[in-house]
């Protein structure tokens, strides 16, 4: 009986120490969000797991948006059903996702989101450098 609460025990341990790495993680990833440029999205803009997450919300009105481009305001990010406008767009957890326009803050916290919203462990979040 002492054994097996001892055993117990020491796998509760080890199961704390691998949540806390786990979530030491998670916190890395959604600090770190690297910048890319232009090219990087030229580069995988045909990949079925690549999109470009816009959040200054809509098209400029003089061009068309590409299919791997999707339009979300920071507010529709924060909402209830921002998992169902991502999963309309096709956004899983195996994406790859490049956030564009607003500030620094705007799009770290919009990565924090995404990664909070999606499985993190595969999704891929970066920063568009701002544009010339």
């Known amino acids: 009986m002492r054994k097996s609460?001892?055993?117990m025990a020491v796998a509760g341990v080890?199961?704390?120490f691998g949540w806390r790495a786990d979530y030491a993680a998670k916190?890395?990833?959604m600090e770190n969000v690297e910048t890319v440029g232009a090219a990087y999205v030229t580069e995988r803009a045909g990949r079925k797991d690549f999109f470009v997450v816009?959040?200054?919300?809509?098209p400029a009105?003089?061009?068309t948006p590409a299919a791997f481009e999707v339009f979300l305001t920071s507010a529709q990010l924060e909402s209830p059903e921002a998992a169902?406008?991502?999963k309309r767009a096709g956004i899983d957890s195996d994406a790859e996702i490049v956030l564009r326009g607003g500030t620094e803050e705007q799009t770290a916290a919009a990565a924090k989101r995404?990664?909070?919203?999606?499985n993190w462990n595969s999704l891929v979040v970066k920063r568009l450098a701002a544009e010339p």
């Open 14 to 16: 080890f199961m704390g």
């Open 5 to 7: 609460v001892f055993l």
């Open 27 to 29: 916190m890395r990833k």
């Open 84 to 86: 169902a406008l991502l």
């Open 54 to 58: 816009d959040l200054r919300g809509a």
């Open 61 to 63: 009105a003089e061009r």
């Open 114 to 118: 995404l990664l909070t919203l999606l």
